[in-house]
């Protein structure tokens, strides 16, 4: 019998087939250590799931002590009991295997249900919409149930961080313009999963944003690499690489084909890529495939000029909802230009903290007067327009507003790097320009990721030298950023 579809394996699939395959699949051997910040992940998503659990005020079966097939005939047993309530049940049917954290019952049957550490939804309170990931767990769970004939219909609750109760209607329409179902979607995911699993479905391994945090990143990469896969051109992801495989397999390929063979009037033979696209993507392959290839600007880029630069860079903590780092490496024209970094930091994640960083951090930049500020995407903006709703006595909005001006604020990245710039690298992360340019954090495994995890230590062990640590790597990210803007500054123009 092959491998059972689970929840889990639902969820990967959504956000990289090739997980799947090579979770069943893989050389072990080749796996990566396991993300400190998975791992931290895991174990506060295990401590909140239990601390929702001990504080409902209702009667529930508890389960999760067992485990196996001892659990899933207790579930049974449960189930035919009518209990109100099943915590950490364990069901199965066919090649179909799920363990909900919640099964409640509704009218004669169940609806299944899972408690998540993070947004029941994506998008906003007023405009949120499903997670995918989240449904197609749900969805299984759902499948089982109508399997044994238990089921009260296609719906599934989640329970998140902010406390609410989200419904996953899976039998909705998505959207005006996207009449298929989660329902639907579920059914599409359930066939892949068992073509991986029949080794009838070939899978490849892609480069995106998430990778660097899967057990299997090095092995991925070391296999892109040595195919030349077209995920290694900078923006060309897996849905464009899937489009264009049957007419180019390789960077090299691509960039010695002649683009105008995959254009058809106005349009490419590439479903979801357009003209302009392409000829940007060929480009790419073109710098990346080139020996002598340098970076470039495409066209001239004006930037502000101040006798005081400032580079500016935050760390949150997406767990617990709060911004607990304000860095700021400034330099001074005509001083040897002499660096020094400031840092407003959160020595305890309370809102009195954060407020008080919040508006130290704005205070420094009001008594800075006339400067340039250079950030890198818009992250900082977003988290600063939240910070002054949470605490709107810091700043007005028109003050902030003010302040993100591009004429004294620029975004390196979305302003300079996308637009403007073309780079011999498989990515656009400041990680990647920065070093490209020659600079080198001091920690050896720099990440955003790390650095949340490395505050929760600081937040549970009061070590100085961790918080030493998170300082010294928003100092590097600060001086990363400042690196980038006289790199930017030297590029040729070729138009």
Not at 159 to 173: C, Q
Not at 258 to 287: D, M, N, Y
Not at 320 to 335: A, K, N, P, S, T
Not at 462 to 480: M, P, S, T
Request: glycine content about 8%.
């Amino acid at each position: 019998m092959g491998a059972q579809i689970t929840g889990s394996m639902l969820y990967d699939l959504v956000h990289c087939p090739h997980r799947v395959t090579m979770d069943l699949f893989g050389d072990t051997s080749k796996r990566d250590e396991v993300n400190p910040f998975i791992q931290l992940l895991w174990e506060r998503g295990n401590a909140f799931e239990r601390n929702v659990i001990r504080a409902l005020e209702i009667p529930y079966v508890d389960l999760s002590r067992y485990a196996g097939d001892e659990k899933e005939r207790l579930t049974e047993e449960a189930i035919r009991r009518g209990e109100p309530l099943i915590y950490s049940g364990r069901i199965q049917s066919d090649d179909l295997l799920g363990d909900p954290d919640l099964l409640r019952r509704e009218g004669d049957g169940y609806v299944p249900g899972d408690i998540k550490s993070g947004a029941g939804e994506v998008g906003s309170e007023d405009d949120g919409r499903p997670k995918k990931h989240y449904a197609m767990q749900l969805a299984l769970y759902v499948d089982i149930l109508e399997r044994k004939g238990l089921s009260a219909g296609r719906r599934g609750f989640i329970w998140d961080v902010n406390g609410r109760e989200v419904t996953y209607d899976l039998a909705a329409p998505q959207g005006v313009r996207n009449p298929r179902t989660l329902w639907d979607e579920y059914q599409v995911y359930l066939a892949t999963s068992r073509e991986i699993i029949a080794r009838s479905e070939k899978t490849l391994p892609a480069y995106g944003g998430t990778c660097k945090l899967c057990h299997w990143y090095s092995a991925c990469l070391d296999e892109l690499q040595s195919t030349n896969d077209l995920t290694l051109i900078p923006e060309l992801g897996r849905s464009k690489r899937d489009a264009m495989v049957e007419h180019v397999q390789t960077i090299q390929e691509f960039a010695a084909s002649e683009p105008s063979r995959f254009i058809a009037g106005r349009k490419t033979v590439f479903p979801g890529i357009g003209v302009g696209t392409l000829g940007k993507l060929h480009q790419r392959a073109c710098l990346l495939v080139d020996p002598d290839g340098t970076p470039y600007l495409k066209e001239p880029v004006e930037l502000p000029p101040s006798a005081l630069e400032i580079f500016f860079d935050i760390e949150v903590d997406p767990m617990r909802d709060i911004c607990y780092l304000h860095g700021f490496v400034e330099r001074r024209e005509g001083d040897n230009d002499r660096e020094r970094y400031v840092a407003f930091f959160t020595d305890t994640p309370t809102p009195e903290e954060e407020e008080r960083a919040f508006a130290e951090a704005w205070q420094y930049l009001q008594e800075a007067g006339q400067c340039s500020v250079y950030y890198y995407s818009k992250y900082e903006r977003t988290i600063w327009r939240k910070l002054r709703e949470k605490y709107p006595g810091v700043c007005t909005e028109e003050e902030l507003e003010q302040f993100f001006d591009p004429g004294n604020a620029v975004d390196l990245y979305f302003d300079v790097v996308l637009p403007k710039t073309e780079w011999p690298t498989k990515d656009y992360s400041i990680k990647t320009l920065a070093k490209y340019l020659g600079f080198s954090w001091r920690d050896t495994h720099p990440s955003g990721a790390a650095s949340i995890e490395w505050f929760h230590r600081w937040v549970d062990s009061g070590d100085l030298e961790i918080k030493q640590r998170i300082l010294d790597y928003n100092e590097d990210d600060c001086r990363a950023t400042r690196v980038l803007l006289d790199g930017i500054r030297v590029l040729p123009v070729r138009v």
